[in-house]
């Protein structure tokens, strides 16, 4: 009977026949006889020959989230068939629930991930120790409401504000409307390109074409200004605007503001009473006036 009392503390049901065999007319003896198991085992996840719901009772296995799985069962990487989904990003052993129930690890935007997990993905833009979104309801500011301090957007001119927010508060910041604050795009103390404004008035040139400020006769995208600080002899008149751009009657390549024989018939357009036209007033006998004065 002592070995039954043991087989009973162990948990597992067991099924005890009685026999009753008769040894003489005068009398009998009876044997009980333990019949191991009775029912069929429920899971053992972790495979050490115990039944989960033992383990978990018995203490042997913990069961942090009181889903009748053993914690070292309950990972989604343990590869056992009919365990749990738990998420175990830090890869101690402890389903993610857990460690953050336990207070062993913080999660701070209720997500339940541990914050140090999402640190290794990049939510940490500061590093500071401080998901970033918990940061911005901390107070930090978000100007753009992206869940990242300001501190950590774009901010190519340093100012302490992030560039979507300067646009926003004032959209002529960014004439082109490509994202990027103007003055970043051509001052050459930021990293830009000075020649995107080539007449240096604050201004991105393309912004000053199409707004009208300056003038392209020619089309080539620049400035016509930029073309003749840059070449003076393009403007023989001086009238601000590019020599190609304006009338040449005789086609000699000086326009007639600047040539003084636009029709180009030998008489000059001070004696011409023609100056226009070559096939009137000539010079025929070449004394220098014309036939017509």
């Known amino acids: ?86 998420a175990d990003c830090n890869n101690n052993g402890i389903p993610d629930e857990c460690d953050i129930s336990s207070n062993n690890a913080k999660d701070c935007d209720g997500n339940g991930v541990p914050d140090a997990c999402q640190f290794v993905s990049g939510f940490d833009c500061n590093n500071n120790g401080i998901l970033d979104p918990c940061e911005v309801a901390l107070g930090a500011p978000d100007c753009n409401g992206n869940q990242v301090p300001d501190e950590c957007d774009t901010d190519c001119d340093s100012n302490g504000t992030p560039d979507d927010c300067e646009i926003t508060a004032d959209p002529s910041k960014d004439c082109d409307v490509d994202g990027i604050l103007d003055l970043c795009e051509y001052s050459a103390e930021l990293g830009g390109n000075a020649a995107l404004d080539c007449n240096n008035n604050g201004v991105l040139d393309s912004c000053d074409l199409q707004d009208g400020t300056s003038l392209d006769c020619d089309s080539n995208n620049t400035p016509d200004e930029c073309q003749i600080n840059a070449d003076p002899s393009i403007d023989c008149d001086i009238d601000g605007n590019i ?19 636009d029709d180009n018939d030998g008489v000059l357009d001070g004696d011409d009473s023609a100056p226009l036209d070559n096939t009137q007033c000539r010079d025929a006998d070449g004394d220098g006036c014309d036939d017509c004065s």
């Open 243 to 261: 020599d190609s751009c304006e009338t040449d009657t005789d086609l000699d390549g000086t326009i007639d503001d600047c040539d003084t024989d």
């Open 1 to 86: 009977m002592s070995s039954l009392k043991s087989l009973a503390r162990t948990g597992v049901p067991a099924l005890v026949i009685c026999l009753v065999l008769g040894i003489s007319s005068q009398a009998q003896a009876s044997f009980l006889i333990p019949m191991l198991p009775v029912f069929p085992m429920g899971s053992d996840c972790n495979g050490n020959g115990i039944d989960d719901t033992i383990d978990i009772s018995n203490g042997t296995s913990l069961d942090c989230n009181l889903n009748g799985l053993p914690d070292e069962c309950d990972v989604d990487d343990s590869g056992c068939v009919g365990c749990g989904s738990s």
